[in-house]
Structure formats: C-alpha cells, structure tokens
C-alpha cells in the first residue's frame, strides 16, 4: 500500500477530522515499567520514552512526531510462532483510542511510517510484522504455523497485547478501538470483521485482496498466456490507446463528460473496435493483442464453485504491464503457488492451469488468507461498523471483487437496508490502488467512521477530491454502493456540489 509522509500538522488534521484533545493522564505505571507486565506468550522487548522529534529509522526521520512511550514485543500464540509488534503511546494528550494499521503484500515489518500519523492526532496506535521479516511467502514453506499467524492471528494478537498495554498505562479507559488498512491491509480488516467481531468497533478496509487465492489465480492466467505469447502483449503506447478508447466510450454514462468513467462496471465497450484493418497503423491492434484486453477484462468461473473470479474493469488499463496485472499482482501470485499451494520453491507460472489451480489454491488456502465470509452477523450485532472503499481503476486488486462481496453480504442478509447501518462500500472513480489516478483519490474515511460509531451519523456521502501540484482540482462525492455520484445538470463538474447520490 502506498504511503505518504504529511509533515504539516494541517494536512494531518484534515485526512484524519480530529476531534478535540483530551488531557488524558499518564498512570503511575511508567513506560519502562511496562516491560515487567507478565502477559501470556508476551515478551516485551523494548520499553523507552522517545522525546519529541527523536524518532529515526533506516526509512526516514519523523521530526514531527509528538513524546511517546514506545513498546516493543514479541507474541508466540503457537510453538512456530514468532510476531513482533510495536505500540506507541503517546504520553500526553491521549485521544482515549486505539487504532491498529495494516500491512501490505506478503511484507513483514512494523509499519512505522504508517504509525506516525495517528500518533501526532492523539491515538494509540500499533502495528505488526504479521510473524515474518521480508516480503516474499517464503516464511510459509513448511511452516503452517506461520500462515495463520499471516493469515488472521497476527492481528488479532496484536489488538489483545495492545488494548492490555494501554489498559496498564493509562489511569482512563480505552474508548473507542480501530482499525485501518488498504490492499493486504484491507484483507486484514475484512478478516477481523469476519472471525474476531469483537475486535474493534470500527475498521476501514481498502482495496481489500479479499479473494486473495482468487487474485492469484487472475493475474498469473493472464502472465502465463502473454509470456509464451509475445505478440499479444500490450505496450505502453498500446495500453494508453485502449484506455482513451475505454474512457471515450463510456465517460457519458455517469451523465457528465469528465474523463472518468463513473459506472465501468456497467461500460459496454469492445476493444474490437481498434482490430487494424488492411490499412493498419500504429493506432490500432492485432487481434491477438484486442484478445488479450478481452481477458483481462473477463471474469471466468471457479470450475468448482461457480463463482466469478474477476477481472479489470475499462478504465485500469493506464496500470496494467507488458504482462498484464501489475508487477506486484503477478510476484504475489506467483508466491501464493510456489510456497503456499505447492510448497515447491522452484515452481514457476509456465505450469500454471487455471482450470484446476484455481481450485487447488482454495482448498490449500482453507480460508486462512481468503476473507469472503458474507455472515458478518456477530460484527452487526456488537455494533460494529464497516466501511470499504475500492477505486474502479485498480489495476492491481479487481474493484469487482469488492462489489462481488458485498453482494454477498447483501445476498446473505436478505437485502441492502438490512446491512446499511452497519456496512458501506465506497467505490471511487478514476482512483487507482488504494491512491493515485485522474480521479477524487484523497479522502478521510476514518473520520467518517468514527462519526458513525461515535455520534451515530452515518456517510451518506464522502467528499474526495484531487490534487494537481497540491491544489485541489477537483472534488466528488463519493457514494454508497450501488449509488452513483450523478450530475445534477449544473455547476461545474469539478465541484462535488454538483453531484447526487442516486441509483443507477
């Protein structure tokens, strides 16, 4: 997941909406006290005071941050497992909350970049290594163990260990307890909503690689085809003409001409309309090359289960590679097999079959990464609140996969009002993974979940907007899934005032 350093404390306030301060009160147990705390498979490893702008890593200098107490441990919930996790607390003007922050591919760190920017507005705030160093699945070969620590229990761990560290520091209680993540980091979140419902009353899942075994499966269908096929590969040249093709084709069925494509699950385009013809020129592609873009758009079925496993929508292509999915979909896939499916570390794409590999994947998987549980009952039922967000231009994690499982959820609940008060999907125009694109790509959706859970006020909206240089060029609505931000018919399409959300 792709992260930024914001240096002014106005940029921060303003992508996390805090509320005022409370004077909260360290308690007489001290920072370095905690070190003696005897907690089950815990073993605190560091426990210092960091003063105000002292925090330094290989990765950057964090001038900006607040004191804070820091704390090191490592979790051993199994025999084979070895979880290092980092809180920071901070010593004064403590928020009363706890916000956990998720991880990305198969990377194994504490994310401190990630922790900088709730610590500086008050909160608590941890993050783990999900059991392993580096970024590769290699961890797994031969050590189940280590898996699930990856898959859920590292999390969870982490979310136990934390709210029993902040419950020893501070003399008031723990308020409110959330968590945030987008990619790997949303996947996360959708497992915590699913198997630990009394984790946190709030979670931001983005992008989330949900259909993680599904993902896989996708993206190396499509790099072992155009490997041993060359000359359906698509250059940069070529991938930029589909997407102007793309987007002058459906641009209109959102009700305005803006660039984007606003309902591109819904776009008809046929890449067939840029075949060459017999007067052939460069603005133009083969048949093999006009194939290639109608399976990366396509969403074969599970031949086991029925279900789609879905592609790219129109509107990606900007991001797509010589081998189709991004770089980062194809490495993580072809992981996924080489350690996770086959335990075989010299396994390589050339003998993947999508027919039966897709299948082989999810019973390996045995949902351990995969988080596509629609019964989200118990989550409800504590009050807790969801909210997801995906970008239709991803061209990393399939956007069709997250309104897949919503329609699940909505499918296993009976309708959409059942879940609306306690589930809501985001799907953000023109953004790519996680950030980035032409489109609205910056927006505070924890702030919109913490007036959900705290003062009851559901998003009915989220205003998004995009910058140019740092200006704002451009603001949008953001609307619940399957509504649609739709031009009132006046006003300038790049203010968000003139925009709805309705129904398709």
């Keep these: ?17 805090f509320a005022p301060l409370l004077a909260a009160q360290q308690s007489p147990q001290t920072c370095q006290d905690l070190i003696a705390l005897d907690l089950p498979n815990v073993k605190i490893t560091l426990t210092e005071v960091v003063g105000a702008g002292e925090f330094s890593e290989a990765r950057g200098n964090f001038t900006d941050l607040p004191e804070f107490c820091r704390v090191a441990a490592t979790l051993t919930p199994s025999s084979d497992s070895d979880i290092k996790m980092e809180l920071w607390l901070p010593t004064r003007d403590w928020n009363g909350k706890y916000l956990a922050v998720g991880n990305a591919a198969f990377t194994g760190n504490v994310r401190h970049a990630a922790l900088a920017l709730p610590l500086s507005g008050g909160y608590a705030t941890g993050s783990t290594d999900t059991g392993h160093l580096g970024n590769t699945a290699s961890f797994g070969l031969g050590h189940p163990e280590k898996v699930i620590d990856f898959g859920w229990r590292s999390v969870h761990e982490l979310n136990v260990t934390s709210k029993q560290l902040i419950d020893a520091y501070y003399n008031e209680g723990l308020r409110y307890s959330y968590f945030t993540g987008c990619s ?8 915590e909503a699913q198997r630990f419902p009394d984790d946190f009353d709030g979670i931001v899942a983005g992008a989330p690689g949900a259909d993680w075994t599904g993902r896989a499966a996708a993206s190396l269908r499509i790099a072992t085809y155009l490997q041993t096929n060359e000359s359906a590969q698509l250059s940069a040249a070529d991938r930029e003409l589909v997407y102007s093709a793309a987007v002058a084709s459906c641009d209109a069925d959102d009700g305005v001409v803006d660039g984007l494509i606003g309902k591109p699950a819904q776009c008809d385009f046929d890449p067939s309309v840029l075949q060459c013809g017999s007067g052939s020129s460069a603005s133009c592609l083969t048949s093999e090359q006009v194939n290639t873009v109608k399976m990366i758009y396509s969403s074969p079925a599970n031949p086991a289960t029925g279900r789609a496993i879905t592609g790219l ?5 900007m991001g797509w590679t010589d081998l189709g999915w991004t770089n980062s979909a194809r490495a993580t896939g072809l992981d996924q097999y080489r350690y996770l499916v086959y335990g075989d570390e010299d396994w390589t794409i050339d003998r993947f079959n999508f027919s039966s590999d897709i299948s082989r994947a999810e019973q390996a998987d045995s949902d351990t990464l995969n988080a596509l549980d629609p019964d989200l009952s118990e989550f409800f039922d504590n009050g807790g609140k969801l909210i997801s967000y995906h970008g239709w231009s991803d ?3 399939s956007p069709a996969n997250a309104t897949q499982y919503y329609q699940s959820v909505v499918d296993t609940f009976g309708s959409r009002d059942v879940i609306h008060d306690s589930y809501r999907l985001f799907m953000v125009p023109g953004m790519g993974h996680c950030a980035g694109g032409p489109g609205p790509n910056s927006f505070d959706s924890l702030s919109a979940l913490e007036n959900w859970v705290e003062r009851g006020q559901a998003p009915d909206s989220i205003i998004a907007v995009h910058r140019n240089n740092g200006e704002v060029d451009r603001s949008r609505p953001l609307c619940p899934y399957p509504e649609v931000a739709s031009y009132t018919g006046s006003g300038s399409s790049d203010e968000a005032a003139s925009f709805e959300c309705r129904d398709p």
């Design 395 to 397: 061209p990393q994690i």
């Design 1 to 17: 997941m792709p992260c930024q350093k914001i240096a002014r404390w106005s940029a921060a306030a303003m992508l996390f909406g």
């Design 313 to 317: 929508l129109p509107g990606s292509e």
């Design 184 to 191: 790997a980091g949303g996947r996360q979140a959708m497992k």
